[in-house]
């Protein structure tokens, strides 16, 4: 089946630095990748998402990364902040649902 | 709108017993879900419901049970709990048949301990 490995599994950055998190996924079929945000307490929320078809997708202060080729996909951070402080999952999906990775949990510090 | 709501938010049963997991949306939305969030693993599907009638299983559904009752409502039934059921119990909507290519939504969680 299919298998997303996501790391690191904790992430602590100074506030005004960048965070990265990267993924790696096994299905040679996948052609979707959302990245999703939870705070503490809350249902995850979408905050960006990139299709086979793209390698690169900017949004505000999210920029992701993926390399089909070795099937790699990564998530920056720009110039963090403590409200970007929560739990990050990227995730895959080829055909109806969506799998995704363990989880980063990402701790800006002030 | 008020998105994807669940009920109840916490519940603690005693192992065998039953309880149902609620879940609507006001989007509507074709497809919903209901994954299952336990500490250092990730979310896990337990069951979806591709379109109003169908119902499929996901990664996880033993011990489980659904119901797509209309459009708008998806329930997620234990009918003998489990203490290896205690979790954090989300429940999604999205506009599109399977997940491809569109947004899931999620609601707040259900927050279940089975003693």
């Known amino acids: 089946g299919e298998n997303v490995e996501q790391h690191p599994s904790t992430l602590s950055v100074q506030e005004g630095d960048s965070a990265v998190i990267k993924c790696t996924y096994s299905?040679?079929?996948?052609?979707?990748f959302p990245w999703y945000k939870q705070e503490l307490g809350k249902g995850p929320q979408l905050i960006i998402d990139?299709?086979?078809?793209?390698d690169k997708r900017q949004g505000q202060r999210v920029t992701v990364l993926l390399n089909k080729t070795v099937k790699h996909l990564s998530l920056q951070i720009a110039a963090t902040q403590p409200g970007d402080s929560a739990v990050y999952f990227c995730?895959?999906?080829?055909?109806?649902?969506?799998?995704f990775g363990k989880g980063t949990m990402l701790l800006v510090s002030p | 709108n008020a998105g994807v709501t669940q009920t109840p938010k916490f519940q603690v049963l005693k192992t065998g017993q039953s309880m149902t997991l609620q879940c609507a949306q006001d989007?509507?939305?074709?497809?919903m879900y209901w994954y299952r969030q336990d500490p250092g693993m990730g979310l896990r599907l337990i069951y979806y419901?591709?379109?109003?009638?169908?119902?499929d299983k996901g990664e996880v559904p033993n011990g489980y049970n659904v119901s797509r009752l209309n459009k708008r409502e998806f329930s997620l039934r234990l009918e003998s709990a489990a203490p290896s059921q205690t979790s954090v119990y989300f429940c999604?909507?999205?506009?599109?048949?399977?997940?491809?290519?569109?947004?899931?939504?999620f609601g707040p969680g259900t927050r279940l301990t089975v003693l």
């Open positions: 990139i299709r086979s078809n793209m």
């Open positions: 299905d040679s079929a996948s052609n979707y």
């Open positions: 995730a895959e999906s080829g055909y109806s649902t969506l799998t």
């Open positions: 999604a909507s999205s506009e599109l048949a399977g997940g491809g290519y569109n947004e899931q939504f």
């Open positions: 989007m509507n939305h074709n497809s």
């Open positions: 419901s591709a379109s109003e009638g169908t119902t």
